[in-house]
């Protein structure tokens, strides 16, 4: 069985089970490794990727469901260089292990490509990654120095 | 494993100039490190220092990168003491080899006073053969590269990097000065280069093949505070750049060709046996390659990871409990009831006339409670190993000792040492779960590499697996008496509490009472625990913190004001928690509902003071707005670095103290993810402000000291907001809401 996914603009077909976790086909069978596992059943978003410019929650959805779609990974977010986000995460120094990150600055990314300049609140509502290591201040600041911008 | 640690890495000493270098290496060793981790155009100049044709200076640090910014700090202590110009300057990880221990500049730290300790003292020869005795016996509780007890900046940057860095410029001027057949005296150092009183000058990259022809110093002459360039600068990260953009590689990312995954199943109850499985069931499923079956586990190994889980989730392994099937969070409970009214307890420390001063006022007497809890790194542990076709065993995972991990592997593969290669990984986040003792996903790994000799095996632990089979913050209960005068001051104060191991000097106060008596009693189970962010100052914080502020308010006494009393003779403890009060504008209105709780914890030799403005709303709901913090480490090396510890600690701290609890059901943990162990997340996250407080004292650790305070200011809030008391943690399991409070004021 054969599943077509197109991932940061290049052409995939995988013979892969349809119900595969988009997360693991990323990871192992395509060798994109930034996007991250942390629980496996979409709580935490470690694992989040844009479908459509829409975040998903790479580890809980069947690769037969997003066949047809752009999906797009940290690598393919950085293809030309880093986002005004991911500069702004340097500037705040936001990470600190790291882990969670990828899937952090994913999310963020698609909500800032809805709305560019989001408060404090929208942030809230719509970000709900798990950090272990508790940079949610700098996470908030770095975005609010994009919302001003 | 906690015992050790808290031996070598916790005790309390005092402050004071350090002036040492007997952990630098003599020339042979330099050139063992040479082969073993210099590239083409560099050389070893001294201990952890590279130093290139081309200027650059690559910082060999002998820790893990966890996250907390210790790579860029101790670079910046090396790179300081060298002059060197920090655009040269880069970090990279030691190699898991006996010349890359950091084990002896820790037991210096440990042992810490002014002067060497005698066994070390010009001896660094001796050093080495001490670790390559202790490394070549695993098992033997000695943990030679360790990330932990928040010791890096305080252990290797203080004992290693300033002194190696010093000692790495002393030799640059001596080789410029053979150059000129000037007096070395007449030169000086800055960004790189050694300047002659002439003028004449060179840069470091083409003194670095004279240079490394001296031996290094062991005891150069170091920075006054006042000179540093570096040290003290809030300089940007290292490693952040490759943590934007999905580069980073951590433990989980290694891939190696036609590697093999594993998916575990752990025997639920701990020290429980696997009595049989049957493999019927997946063996003819897509890409599965072997069903290993362990003395408490079963491995699926398959050729993808989704396969392997997917698998052994199908998988009805049969283990038995080892006895403990019974085994419940209240079973637990009681016994910690029964061990603190036994006569069991043992005595740990007195002062004055202890427990006998009870009589002499006022009796005042509480308990509490603190439970199990999870690591729960966001990475789920988990290891890589391949045991080759020449006998060899090669392993990748993130630990917070690599050294120690690869005696651990070769132990555990029953191989040499020097057999074994360990590739210390980056770890996505630690807080103590990485650390020697807790390391069954590298047993697993191994032991299933070994069945599958030729072919690498990458063993993930499941959320569920990594929470189920975690080693816990233990689950500790204390009681508090204490005799008040007619003020309302502790003249008394005595404290017995549970404990897993021994006593800890973490459960000692700094405040100023009298007469103080100390016991333990340990209580036995079999629920495997481990140091957690902060260890036993993670409970003996709340324990303390919480009854100070109830001796406050029994007395009528404004929390803040009564703990000020208690400092007198603390100036900087006075200083920190003054600080931490005057910032958050402690004494002034709060919104209806909303209240200022404060607490104060000493560890790892630094002093923190949270405030926790927090909301209880009418349904019970508790919301924290903002913590502001105040800290005294000395000084900060990284003052950015530092602050971002204590907000990572504040929010991990919080995590615990709103909803964290492990509990335990048939001998087994009941929680398995983050539905059932939830986390703070940014909704929930509050404002957070850090302040320094700087003092001359000796550096204190960043860390760990942020989490302590936290629970216990944020219970004394919720008790000014309420009326409610909370002994027990987590928060969630107390009802808050006014009905509750109109029954708390009955």
Same mark, same amino acid.
């Given at each position: ?149 | ?76 202590? =090396?790179?300081? @003491? +060298? ?6 300057? #880069?970090?990279? $990880?030691? /190699? &898991? *080899? ?68 010093? =000692?790495?410029? @002393? +030799? ?6 053979? #150059?000129?057949? $000037?007096? /070395? &005296? *007449? ?560």
């Amino acid at each position: 069985m054969t599943v077509h996914l197109i991932v940061n603009g290049v052409a995939h077909d995988l013979d892969v089970e349809p119900d595969a976790p988009l997360l693991w086909v990323i990871r192992d069978e395509l060798g994109l490794t930034g996007t991250k596992f942390g629980c496996g059943i979409a709580a935490c978003g470690a694992c989040t990727v844009m479908v459509d410019g829409e975040p998903l929650r790479s580890c809980s959805a069947p690769v037969s469901t997003v066949e047809g779609t752009q999906i797009t990974t940290i690598e393919g977010l950085s293809a030309n260089g880093l986002t005004p986000l991911q500069q702004a995460w340097i500037d705040h120094q936001v990470p600190q292990c790291g882990y969670c990150q990828s899937g952090m600055i994913m999310a963020v990314s698609a909500l800032l490509a809805k709305n560019p300049h989001p408060s404090d609140g929208d942030l809230k509502s719509a970000i709900t990654n798990i950090c272990r290591c508790g940079t949610y201040p700098r996470i908030r600041a770095a975005v609010a120095s994009l919302a001003k911008a | 494993m906690r015992t050790r640690r808290a031996v070598l890495i916790g005790g309390a000493t005092t402050a004071g100039a350090l002036v040492v270098g007997y952990a630098l290496w003599p020339s042979h060793l330099l050139e063992d490190a040479d082969t073993l981790d210099a590239k083409p155009g560099e050389r070893f100049l001294s201990n952890w220092i590279k130093l290139a044709d081309d200027d650059t200076v690559t910082i060999v640090i002998p820790h893990c990168d966890m996250g907390t910014g210790i790579y860029t700090a101790l670079s910046q202590m =090396a790179a300081d @003491e +060298m002059d060197a110009d920090w655009s040269k300057v #880069r970090a990279e $990880a030691a /190699p &898991a *080899e006996k010349e890359f221990a950091n084990g002896p500049l820790i037991e210096a730290f440990a042992l810490n006073g002014t002067e060497v300790p005698s066994f070390l003292k010009g001896m660094a020869a001796s050093t080495f053969r001490m670790l390559a005795a202790n490394v070549s016996i695993p098992g033997a509780g000695y943990v030679p590269q360790i990330t932990g007890g928040s010791s890096a900046v305080r252990g290797t940057g203080v004992f290693g990097m300033r002194v190696a860095g010093a =000692a790495v410029r @002393e +030799m640059l001027i001596k080789a410029a000065a053979a #150059r000129l057949s $000037a007096n /070395p &005296a *007449e030169f000086h150092t800055e960004a790189s280069r050694v300047i002659h009183k002439s003028g004449e000058s060179f840069r470091y990259g083409e003194l670095a093949r004279e240079a490394a022809a001296y031996t290094p110093s062991g005891n150069p002459p170091l920075k006054e505070r006042s000179q540093f360039k570096l040290i003290g600068q809030p300089l940007q990260r290292f490693d952040i750049p490759d943590k934007v953009d999905g580069v980073n590689k951590y433990g989980i990312d290694t891939r190696l060709p036609d590697m093999w995954y594993g998916a575990i199943r752990v025997a639920p109850v701990f020290g429980g046996k696997l009595v049989s499985v049957s493999d019927a069931p997946v063996s003819r499923n897509r890409g599965i390659k072997k069903v290993v079956k362990l003395d408490d586990a079963v491995v699926v190994l398959a050729d993808r990871f989704w396969r392997a889980r997917a698998a052994a989730d199908s998988l009805q392994p049969i283990f038995d409990t080892g006895g403990n099937g019974n085994v419940t969070s209240d079973s637990l409970r009681a016994r910690h009831l029964a061990a603190l009214k036994s006569g069991d307890i043992k005595s740990d420390m007195t002062v004055g006339d202890g427990a006998d001063a009870l009589k002499n006022g006022k009796l005042i007497e509480r308990l509490y409670n603190v439970p199990y809890l999870a690591h729960a790194p966001m990475e789920p542990v988990n290891a890589t190993a391949l045991y080759k076709n020449d006998g060899t065993l090669e392993v990748w995972a993130g630990t917070q000792d690599g050294l120690g991990a690869r005696a651990f592997c070769a132990e555990a593969a029953g191989l040499p040492m020097e057999k074994v290669t360990f590739h210390l990984r980056p770890s996505g986040g630690a807080f103590g779960r990485r650390l020697p003792g807790q390391w069954n996903f590298l047993t697993y790994a191994v032991k299933a590499a070994l069945q599958c000799q030729g072919t690498p095996v990458k063993l993930i632990f499941t959320r569920e697996q990594d929470m189920q089979h975690d080693f816990y913050r233990p689950n500790v209960t204390s009681r508090f008496k204490a005799a008040v005068d007619a003020d309302g001051m502790p003249i008394a104060w005595v404290n017995d509490y549970t404990t897993d191991d021994t006593a800890n000097p973490q459960a000692h106060i700094v405040y100023g009472v009298p007469h103080q008596a100390y016991g333990a009693v340990k209580v036995a189970t079999h629920i495997p625990t481990g140091p957690w962010r902060s260890v036993e100052a993670s409970w003996h914080g709340f324990f303390i913190e919480s009854f100070v502020d109830e001796l406050a308010h029994a007395a009528g006494k404004d929390p803040l004001s009564y703990r000020q009393a208690l400092l007198k003779d603390k100036p900087r403890h006075l200083g920190t928690l003054t600080m931490a009060a005057d910032k958050a504008a402690w004494g002034t209105q709060m919104p209806p509902n909303m209240a200022r709780g404060i607490a104060l914890v000493e560890c790892f030799d630094t002093i923190v003071a949270h405030v926790v403005e927090a909301e209880v709303a009418d349904d019970g709901t508790v919301k924290v707005h903002r913590v502001v913090s105040a800290a005294d480490c000395g000084y900060a090396v990284n003052p950015d670095g530092f602050k971002a510890q204590i907000e990572g600690a504040i929010v991990f701290a919080l995590s615990a103290a709103l909803h964290g609890q492990i509990t335990i059901d048939q001998g087994a943990v009941v929680q398995q993810n983050f539905p059932d162990y939830d986390m703070v997340r940014l909704a929930e996250a509050p404002d957070i402000e850090v302040y320094v407080h700087e003092s001359d004292a000796r550096l204190g650790g960043a860390g760990e000291p942020g989490t302590p305070p936290l629970a216990p200011a944020l219970t004394n809030a919720i008790f000014a907001a309420t009326g409610i008391r909370i002994r027990d943690l987590p928060v969630d399991n107390v009802r808050l809401g006014k009905a509750a409070r109109q029954q708390a004021s009955l």
